[in-house]
């Protein structure tokens, strides 16, 4: 996500082993703001948190359930509690990701690394399904992410595929682009086909323009990455999209990730995703 | 559904051939009262509506993203709104329905085909997945169904599966039960699992009493079914389940269906459910 953090990788994210070793480095106020999670907690979901006031809850929740492909909802906290129940134990939303991005009125006004004194009792926080989940199994499966082998990050597009509106939330899906040789590119489609809950199958494959995608070499956020001769790209909605959404709305105050600083949670993500809720023994 | 409402079957149901001509069907006062949906408009979806209060909606969103395979919501209404507008055009949830129940405080109280008279402006309405889609797509397979061999309801059984909570929504799995031929189970469990959002994949195969059921001579709702020597009993997420959850809640007032008169919708159940939002054309 190069337009809006430079820091897409860190050193060594393996050697954090697990969701819950993940959370508690990052709670630590002695560890360097803004890391990373890519490839942080090998087999454990990641998912992209937002906080809302609580009046716009039952709309958020909507606009994600009537926009599953890019909006898979994974989790969803109780009001005025910062954890999120399904997806970790111990987890505390207020410290336990790398950075913050505090939005009033829709617009940046603060990256931060804890949130405990913006809390409120009239929060509610979701978390929506992350790519991460299945470019883990794509590669399990010997195919090549290409922004992995040029060590970008993966470009995210703005499409002009309308979604559904719920309350002030509307807008247009945001995709995320990986080229293929057309037989990796079936075979990607049909292993991500197990992942209905983050991001499922692609939306679209071949010529960006029919989806509104005028340059690729331009991304929303993310890196440009090389298409090859004969190879085929591949779309699928993206989890930003309920960020872009959220902006519209304009909410009095929302908070999310810093882009790169997922929330690194404790449900084993080589599952399928529907395995959820399950926690990790 | 025997216990709950004798007739399960009608006559030629085929012979409603869309979601659309079903909801007009019912909509209209001459229609015999609480016709069966089963095997009506092949080929739409059919879901579960459950409307709630305002004060409820988003306990009730938050507990069915928790508990994705027996409660997988595919529709959410605006508030105060009698429609879903990602389920049908010309679609109202206050005479489109062939028959429904209204609770109070957790007790049934009145069975109608209008509740028009009752609908406030602070009711929600959601539609919760059912598996008609599914078992359309398994028999097209080839796939015997006892229930419908036996020309009985498909049997429920309330489990020990525990629920993941959210506000007063709380209780155990209910699931359906359906015997096939061990290569017949391997294929049904292949199959459902393209419908994540009609309950997916089996929760459990074999023996009952694994998951708490004692006799399944004894279902819940519906009528026991014949398993024959070297079946296998599977068990699938129901969507009563959150019926029985808002039994536990004691809501002041909720509007469910009629058993078997389920909202039959505009959107194809032949496509992967994660088709959704898409209206046939």
Same mark, same amino acid.
């Given at each position: ?18 969701? =819950? $070793?993940?959370?508690?480095? !990052? ?5 360097? =703001?803004?890391?990373?999670?890519? +490839?942080? $907690? ?11 006031? =609580? *009046? ?17 909802? /994974? ?35 603060? *990256? ?9 009792? %009239? ?17 399990? %499966? ?23 509106? #719920?309350?002030?939330?509307? +807008? ?8 293929? #040789? ?5 075979? #990607? ?5 197990? !992942?209905? @809950? ?8 071949? %010529? ?17 990455? *090389? ?6 790209? /591949? ?18 105050? #929302? ?7 997922? @929330? ?7 599952? %399928?995703? @529907? =395995? ?6």
């Amino acid at each position: 996500m190069s337009q809006m953090n430079p820091l897409c990788m860190h050193e060594d994210p393996a050697s954090v082993a697990t969701g =819950a $070793a993940a959370r508690r480095l !990052f709670r630590d106020p002695a560890s360097p =703001a803004f890391l990373q999670t890519t +490839g942080m $907690a090998p087999g454990f979901m990641q998912a992209s948190p937002i906080i809302l006031p =609580a *009046e716009l809850a039952l709309d958020f929740a909507t606009f994600c359930q009537r926009n599953p492909k890019p909006c898979p909802l /994974v989790g969803t906290g109780n009001r005025g509690e910062p954890t999120i129940p399904t997806l970790g134990h111990d987890l505390d939303l207020r410290t336990d990701l790398g950075g913050y991005r505090i939005w009033r009125h829709g617009e940046l006004v603060d *990256e931060v690394t804890d949130i405990s004194d913006l809390w409120r009792d %009239d929060f509610v926080a979701f978390a929506v399904g992350c790519s991460y989940s299945f470019e883990a199994a794509l590669m399990a %499966d010997g195919i090549e992410l290409r922004h992995i082998t040029q060590d970008v990050c993966v470009p995210m597009y703005m499409t002009d595929i309308p979604l559904h509106p #719920a309350g002030p939330f509307r +807008g247009h899906m945001c995709v995320t682009m990986r080229p293929f #040789a057309p037989a990796d590119a079936i075979r #990607a489609i049909e292993i991500t086909s197990r !992942f209905p @809950l983050t991001h499922g199958t692609p939306v679209h494959i071949g %010529d960006p323009a029919q989806i509104g995608i005028d340059d690729l070499a331009t991304p929303l956020v993310g890196d440009p990455v *090389e298409v090859r001769n004969a190879e085929i790209c /591949v779309f699928w909605g993206c989890g930003i999209t309920p960020q872009y959404a959220m902006l519209q709305a304009r909410p009095e105050i #929302a908070i999310t990730h810093k882009p790169g600083c997922l @929330l690194v949670t404790d449900v084993p993500s080589r599952a %399928d995703a @529907l =395995a959820l809720p399950g926690l990790a023994a």
